[in-house]
């Protein structure tokens, strides 16, 4: 008798109201993201609490600066590449840190850094490549 599908009917709107969702959602999390990134930049802190790790790349900032207390140097974190849960805010990667050139100067892993800001790309090309990696425990 002609019956259109649920689909047919219901289909488009639920799509929509579910592509309506995940836009809020990123915009939710791109102002938690440039909250956070204000705190950071104009008084350096507190980190904590901060966006999660998968909150972050959903908002398009793939990228965390990090500055070595050790060596002054500014360094960008590939947020994808972190193995940690995506639900891990991103204050927490702190203690994992290691800078490269420092632990290699003492011999054993440096993890004293400080949270800059979440960033969309790496900073600057002419900055030294990134010797940061997420250690483990
Ligand atoms: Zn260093």
């Keep these: 008798m002609g019956t259109k599908s649920r689909e047919t009917i219901y289909g488009?709107?639920?799509?929509?109201?579910?592509?309506?969702?995940?836009?809020?959602?990123?915009?939710a999390d791109r102002l938690a993201v440039e909250a956070w990134n204000k705190r950071m930049l104009g008084f350096q802190g507190p980190a904590q609490p901060s966006p999660?790790?998968?909150d972050?790349?959903?908002?398009?900032?793939?990228?965390?600066?990090?500055?070595?207390?050790?060596?002054?140097?500014h360094?960008?974190?590939?947020?994808?590449?972190?193995r940690r849960p995506k639900a891990t805010p991103v204050?927490?990667?702190e203690r994992y840190m290691r800078?490269?050139?420092?632990?290699?100067?003492?011999g054993?892993?440096?993890?004293r850094s400080h949270l800059v800001a979440?960033?969309?790309?790496?900073?600057?090309?002419?900055?030294?490549?990134s010797t940061w990696w997420p250690g483990e425990r």
Excluded: M
Aim: hydrophobic share 40%; with cysteine; charged share 25%.
């Design 52 to 54: 999660a790790l998968g």
């Design 118 to 129: 979440l960033r969309v790309a790496k900073i600057s090309a002419s900055d030294p490549p």
């Design 75 to 82: 360094q960008t974190v590939t947020l994808d590449i972190v």
């Design 99 to 106: 800078c490269g050139d420092c632990s290699r100067l003492q």
């Design 12 to 27: 488009g709107s639920i799509r929509a109201a579910a592509e309506r969702a995940a836009e809020a959602r990123k915009t």
């Design 91 to 93: 204050h927490e990667l």
């Design 108 to 111: 054993r892993p440096y993890k």
């Design 56 to 73: 972050a790349i959903n908002a398009g900032f793939g990228y965390l600066e990090v500055k070595c207390l050790g060596c002054n140097t």
